[in-house]
């Protein structure tokens, strides 16, 4: 039983393009949703996460937009670079909780 | 100044062997986790301690077994090594506030082979 699930899979995107990633969640306990960003090699770091009382949250280029009557989620990356080819993870938690569900990834490449 | 560090970087070995995974943190952090990630880059949680007591233990092979001498470490003993243990493990590590639970930092893997 998946209680994040994320879309696509994989992405290719054109440099200067939007990029979209979707995710949608199961359980309305859910109260915080961060959005992590690993390169190759490396661990998943934190790139932005937003908590249901807003809509949208932009930080520089990326924007988490929220629908909460839908339990959906997605991350926008405007004017897409290189550099921002990586694996994207949404995830949610639980304000009390320890654990974060993490959904399975998307591989975002960006064409130069 | 590494936030999460983990020990060794590679780890190659053979089947049936055991081994251990080194995780320490300066951050100052109440909580530390391990995850493991496969081929296929999906992130599995399987231990949680806090304060140096177990509070999530998912389901893991009893081969797998965490040890927190103190906050700032937490050990992952594997027995017995498999096949399907080649993965790349992750040691992560956040702090309780008053609003909930804060950003978990990651260290950069530990990459297990077994052969």
């Known amino acids: 039983q998946q209680q994040v699930k994320q879309s696509p899979q994989s992405l290719i995107v054109q440099k200067g393009g939007i990029s979209i990633i979707n995710c949608a969640y199961e359980?309305?306990?859910?109260?915080?949703f961060p959005w992590y960003q690993q390169f190759p090699g490396k661990g998943p770091a934190l790139l932005i996460a937003?908590?249901?009382?807003?809509s949208e949250k932009k930080e520089g280029r990326f924007t988490i937009s929220f629908n909460k009557s839908a339990k959906q989620f997605s991350l926008h990356i405007m004017d897409s670079q290189p550099g921002d080819s990586a694996t994207y993870f949404c995830?949610?938690?639980?304000?009390?909780?320890?654990?974060?569900?993490f959904g399975k990834g998307t591989r975002l490449h960006i064409l130069p | 100044d590494t936030a999460v560090s983990q020990t060794p970087k590679y780890l190659v070995t053979q089947m049936g062997n055991d081994k251990s995974i080194k995780c320490e943190q300066n951050?100052?952090?109440?909580?530390m986790y391990w995850y493991k990630q496969d081929s296929k880059k999906f992130l599995k949680i399987m231990f949680s301690?806090?304060?140096?007591?177990?509070?999530i233990n998912e389901t893991v092979p009893n081969r797998f077994s965490p040890k927190s001498p103190d906050k700032a470490h937490l050990n992952l003993h594997i027995n017995s090594l498999e096949l399907g243990d080649s993965a790349v493990y992750f040691c992560?590590?956040?702090?309780?506030?008053?609003?909930?639970?804060?950003?978990?930092?990651f260290g950069p893997g530990t990459r297990l082979l077994v052969l």
């Open positions: 301690y806090n304060n140096k007591e177990l509070i």
């Open positions: 995830a949610a938690s639980k304000a009390r909780d320890d654990k974060i569900i």
């Open positions: 359980n309305t306990a859910f109260d915080y």
């Open positions: 992560a590590s956040s702090r309780r506030a008053a609003q909930g639970r804060e950003t978990q930092y």
């Open positions: 937003i908590r249901p009382d807003v």
């Open positions: 951050l100052g952090h109440d909580t």
